[in-house]
C-alpha cells in the first residue's frame, strides 16, 4: 500500500457534466501526476504538477485540467464529459528528484 | 516521442518456476529510467522494479530482476520462484522528466 490515496472509487456521470476528482499524496513527496487509463489499455499521460505549477501536459485537450494544493494534493477537472472519457483515472505521487511515482487505488469513471 | 513495446499480451508460469516478460523502447535520450509496474485485478499500479539508465548493473528485488541492455533498448523482467500472488498486468514504463511512458502490458497467469 502506497501513501497515496483518491475519491471517489467510482463515480458516474452523463455526458456533458463537469466532473472533479481528487488526490492526496504521499508524505513528503512534492510531485502529483494524473493518468488515463481506458479498459485493456496502459495508462496515458496527462499532466504533473510540482510546486502548485503544471510541469508538463500529455496529448489531453485543455478540458482537462488540474490544481496543486500547498499540502501537495491535487484535483483533477474534466469539463464537457464525452463517452470517451470513461476510464480509470490514477494519481501518482512522487519526488521531482527521484523520478519514481507511485499511485493510488484509482478512480473509476464512467460517462453515459 | 518515446514508444515502449511489450510483445507479449498474455505469459503463464507454473507456480515456483521461473518467466521472463519482455519490454523494449525508443528513446533519443541517454538519461532515462526504466520501471516495472504490476496491477493486480484491485487496478492499484504497484512499482515492482526500477533502473537507472546510468547504472550498468541490472537492479534486483528479491524474486524479481531486470536484464537492462541499454544499447539494445531492452529491459526485460524476471520473476524467479513465481507464486500465485505474482499473476497480475505486468507494465514496462520509461520515464524523462515528468512523465511515465507505458507500454500495453502483459498479463501474467500462474498455475498452480
Known amino acids: 500500500e502506497t501513501g497515496v490515496t483518491q475519491s471517489p472509487t467510482h463515480l458516474i456521470k452523463t455526458r456533458g457534466q463537469q466532473v472533479t476528482l481528487r488526490c492526496s499524496s504521499q508524505?513528503?513527496?512534492?510531485?502529483v501526476s494524473w493518468y488515463q487509463q481506458a479498459l485493456g489499455q496502459g495508462p496515458q499521460f496527462i499532466f504533473q504538477?510540482?510546486?502548485?505549477?503544471?510541469?508538463g501536459r500529455g496529448n489531453f485537450p485543455p478540458r482537462f485540467s488540474g490544481l496543486q494544493f500547498p499540502n501537495y494534493s491535487s484535483e483533477l477537472n474534466v469539463n464537457a464529459l464525452e463517452l470517451d472519457d470513461s476510464a480509470l483515472y490514477l494519481c501518482?505521487?512522487?519526488?521531482?528528484?527521484?523520478?519514481?511515482?507511485?499511485f493510488g487505488p484509482g478512480t473509476r469513471l464512467l460517462v453515459l | 516521442a518515446q514508444t515502449v513495446t511489450q510483445s507479449q499480451p498474455e505469459m503463464s508460469v507454473q507456480e515456483a518456476e521461473t518467466v521472463t516478460l519482455s519490454c523494449t523502447y525508443d528513446?533519443?535520450?541517454?538519461?532515462?529510467?526504466l520501471f516495472w509496474y504490476k496491477q493486480p485485478p484491485s487496478r492499484q499500479m504497484i512499482l515492482v522494479i526500477r533502473?537507472?539508465?546510468?547504472?550498468?548493473q541490472n537492479a534486483t528485488e528479491n524474486r524479481f530482476s531486470v536484464n537492462f541492455q541499454k544499447a539494445a533498448k531492452s529491459f526485460s523482467l524476471k520473476i524467479s520462484d513465481s507464486q500465485l500472488g505474482d499473476a497480475a498486468m505486468y507494465f514496462c514504463?520509461?520515464?524523462?522528466?515528468?512523465?511515465?511512458?507505458f507500454g500495453e502490458g502483459t498479463q501474467l497467469t500462474v498455475n498452480p
Open positions: 501518482a505521487s512522487g519526488d521531482y528528484e527521484q523520478e519514481t511515482q507511485y
Open positions: 508524505s513528503g513527496h512534492n510531485t
Open positions: 504538477y510540482y510546486r502548485e505549477e503544471e510541469n
Open positions: 528513446t533519443s535520450e541517454s538519461d532515462y529510467y
Open positions: 533502473q537507472e539508465a546510468y547504472k550498468q
Open positions: 514504463a520509461y520515464n524523462r522528466g515528468s512523465r511515465l511512458t
